[in-house]
């Protein structure tokens, strides 16, 4: 089988890039052929809203060499302005983007009005000259822009087209969530997911009609809570493409080390330091939880501005704000944590909540639908979504509780069976490896593209 996977595999990326790149690390070992694809508009809002751009470069770059060795094809078009980003070689994405004031404004509504970025073109038919034959496309991310490639190049290529959902596909919306917000942050930080409310429904009609095309012919999902909200339910029911959930849909390295109970008396946050991941309702938990235990932040902010904003706000508080951190620094802070502090209001299936479990901390988060699933699982302890109150009495709580008590609650059967069946990268590839082969059978032959 020929895959042509279209997705943003990084370990440098939000916890859905990092899952992209550990099951495409595993693919060589079913005899399928990889070709990747990342979308153009992709890479220019990568480049445009990164910090450092020859640092995001390189680091993307050691990824897909790592997947090149691996037996991934690589397209050279697209090493080709990494390898430019790196170097600080003027290039198309800077002359177009780098003197506009507000660039992801620009971006996004280029992105809405299907305005030309200089370049996009000549990317896409580079990519397709150089890429050989495959039957089927699997599009690693719900996101639009890459729907968006998927259905242009399954048109081209007469190919069908598989879609992973990581989380719902339109976003986040909740009214609750948007008002709480904004009296959390103020309006300076919040406008900017003001621009993302306005995307909402630009992406409910650019998915009706992608799906609508007859190209989708199945939805995968890490979770069920990706169907929400009940328009996409109905939506991909009335166009009748199948949706099936991956089991088990994401995986931590066999490697990672063992918990260790030696605990220090700290609790810690790691995540995309984002709105919707609960980092600006930290300040209030710790006000909450009197400062009686220290929290270490790790993670980067997408703005200065919100950075700004949360260091101006942890001021007198007992939170450590430690940002970016090599993956082993961070894994050795986990389990040296008693807590792990998730307040997230945004999720599917974490990858943080299972790493958490297997380093030997306490995971307490907001009990949304995506971390309902561990209602009543030993380690994980859940309240309210918004009840920073509950969350800081379970955090001082399970600061309280003897080293005893918490190696009990990790030795127990569940925890156990829990964590072997999310402890291999390879098995997440072959269930997805499975069922594409699956769905490749059952297609019936489309009509060619004239």
Request: net charge neutral; charged share 25%.
């Amino acid at each position: 089988m020929r895959i042509l996977a279209v997705g943003f595999p990084s370990s440098h990326g939000t916890g859905g890039d990092r899952r992209t790149l550990m099951a495409l690390l595993e693919y060589h070992n079913f005899g399928v052929q990889v070709y990747l694809h990342i979308p153009y508009r992709w890479i220019v809002w990568k480049l445009i809203s990164s910090a450092d751009r020859e640092k995001f470069a390189e680091d993307l770059l050691q990824d897909l060499e790592n997947l090149k060795q691996k037996g991934v094809i690589i397209p050279n078009v697209l090493i080709q302005i990494l390898e430019a980003s790196r170097s600080k070689q003027p290039d198309s994405i800077e002359s177009f983007y780098g003197k506009r004031k507000h660039p992801y404004l620009a971006w996004m509504v280029d992105s809405m009005f299907h305005s030309g970025i200089q370049g996009e073109d000549q990317y896409l038919n580079n990519f397709l000259n150089e890429t050989g034959e495959f039957d089927i496309i699997y599009q690693m991310s719900e996101t639009v822009e890459f729907l968006k490639d998927s259905v242009l190049i399954g048109k081209i290529r007469n190919a069908p087209i598989v879609i992973l959902l990581q989380a719902k596909a339109y976003g986040l919306y909740s009214t609750k969530y948007l008002l709480s917000s904004l009296s959390i942050v103020g309006v300076q930080v919040f406008s900017r997911f003001l621009w993302d409310l306005l995307l909402y429904p630009y992406r409910y009609f650019e998915y009706r009609k992608m799906i609508s095309s007859g190209r989708v012919k199945c939805i995968l999902a890490v979770s069920s809570t990706c169907l929400s909200p009940g328009n996409f339910k109905r939506m991909i029911l009335s166009n009748k493409i199948p949706f099936k959930v991956l089991s088990p849909p994401n995986a931590i390295e066999s490697d990672l080390p063992e918990g260790n109970f030696e605990k220090k008396e700290e609790a810690i946050f790691f995540a995309r330091l984002a709105l919707d991941k609960g980092i600006f309702d930290v300040p209030n938990i710790m006000r909450l939880a009197e400062n009686r235990f220290k929290l270490k932040v790790y993670g980067r902010f997408a703005t200065h501005r919100e950075e700004t904003t949360f260091v101006n706000s942890i001021k007198g508080l007992n939170v450590d704000y430690k940002g970016y951190a090599k993956r082993e620094v961070l894994l050795s802070e986990i389990a040296n944590s008693k807590a792990f502090v998730y307040p997230t209001h945004a999720d599917a299936f974490p990858l943080t909540v299972i790493e958490a479990i297997k380093l030997g901390c306490i995971v307490i988060a907001y009990d949304t639908p995506a971390l309902h699933y561990y209602v009543d699982f030993p380690t994980v302890e859940l309240v309210k979504e918004f009840d920073i109150k509950s969350m800081a009495k379970k955090i001082l709580e399970i600061m309280n509780t003897p080293k005893e008590d918490l190696i009990s609650l990790f030795e127990e059967t569940e925890v156990k069976e829990f964590i072997e069946a999310h402890s291999s990268w390879k098995k997440v590839s072959e269930a997805e490896i499975s069922l594409l082969h699956d769905q490749l059978k059952s297609f019936n032959d489309l009509e060619p593209v004239r």
